[in-house]
């Protein structure tokens, strides 16, 4: 995080890479343990950590049972995600989501073998999908005659006279933004180094209007 201070995603693959091991490395006390000293850290830096582990191959009623360990790994997490197939050679899998901040979620995904990915074929709660920010909305509007833009926050709301905002409050949400940006209005944003005493940043259009993406912003 000291080299790298615009880090916003940490994946830890896996966690018994990284975590401490004792005479309790079973015990619910140590496996919540690990995930606190994690989560304290992801709290401090304003990060996300997502940390692969396993699950056991014996089944269960509840899939989270099937993760190895005790309890006290997902007691301490923020949520968890499950992915998983019958046979090891199906296409198709079942994801399944639980977390403080989100309803329960199981979605069915299946396997593009031609393009190496996995496509949402169905879902078993509607989405939830949040209201549009107004200060995103603004931006979308600022770049529909735009391919690309660089400046300062300050140079932005100059341009964007309606928006009411201190500058270091605009830099703040697009920074938490940058997913709503990418997905939602297929705008790319990334901070520049700093250079005479000036913070500036980059929007992009990564998508035409027909959802369509730009050539050399293809994503393989």
């Given at each position: 995080?000291?080299?790298?201070?615009d880090?916003?995603?940490i994946?830890?693959?896996t966690?018994?890479?990284?975590?401490?091991i004792?005479?309790?490395?079973?015990?619910?006390?140590?496996?919540?343990q690990?995930?606190?000293?994690l989560?304290?850290?992801?709290?401090?830096?304003n990060?996300?950590?997502l940390i692969?582990?396993?699950?056991?191959?014996?089944?269960?009623?509840?899939?989270?049972?099937?993760?190895?360990?005790?309890?006290?790994?997902?007691?301490?997490?923020?949520?968890a995600?499950?992915?998983?197939k019958k046979?090891r050679?199906?296409?198709?899998?079942k994801?399944m989501?639980?977390?403080?901040?989100?309803?329960d979620?199981?979605?069915t995904?299946?396997?593009d073998?031609e393009?190496?990915?996995?496509?949402?074929t169905?879902?078993?709660?509607?989405?939830?999908?949040r209201k549009?920010?107004?200060?995103?909305?603004?931006?979308?509007?600022?770049?529909?005659?735009r391919?690309?833009?660089?400046?300062?926050?300050?140079?932005?709301?100059?341009?964007?006279?309606?928006?009411?905002?201190?500058p270091?409050?605009?830099?703040?949400?697009?920074?938490?933004s940058?997913?709503?940006?990418?997905?939602?209005?297929?705008?790319?944003?990334t901070?520049?180094s700093r250079?005479?005493?000036?913070?500036?940043?980059?929007?992009?259009?990564?998508?035409?209007?027909?959802?369509g993406?730009?050539a050399?912003?293809?994503?393989?």
């Amino acid at each position: 995080m000291q080299r790298n201070t615009d880090t916003r995603l940490i994946i830890v693959d896996t966690l018994q890479k990284v975590r401490e091991i004792g005479g309790e490395a079973y015990s619910y006390a140590a496996d919540y343990q690990s995930i606190t000293e994690l989560k304290s850290f992801t709290d401090r830096h304003n990060i996300c950590v997502l940390i692969v582990h396993h699950t056991r191959k014996m089944e269960a009623s509840d899939s989270f049972d099937m993760i190895s360990g005790t309890n006290g790994l997902l007691g301490a997490a923020d949520g968890a995600i499950i992915l998983q197939k019958k046979k090891r050679v199906e296409n198709t899998a079942k994801m399944m989501i639980v977390g403080r901040d989100q309803e329960d979620q199981e979605l069915t995904l299946e396997f593009d073998r031609e393009h190496c990915f996995w496509k949402l074929t169905k879902a078993e709660k509607e989405l939830f999908k949040r209201k549009a920010d107004p200060l995103l909305l603004a931006v979308a509007e600022f770049m529909r005659e735009r391919l690309e833009w660089t400046g300062s926050a300050t140079e932005l709301l100059e341009l964007m006279p309606d928006t009411q905002l201190k500058p270091q409050a605009l830099t703040r949400k697009l920074n938490v933004s940058v997913s709503v940006l990418y997905n939602e209005f297929g705008i790319s944003y990334t901070q520049n180094s700093r250079s005479r005493d000036k913070r500036t940043f980059t929007l992009k259009k990564v998508y035409e209007e027909d959802g369509g993406c730009f050539a050399d912003d293809a994503i393989s």
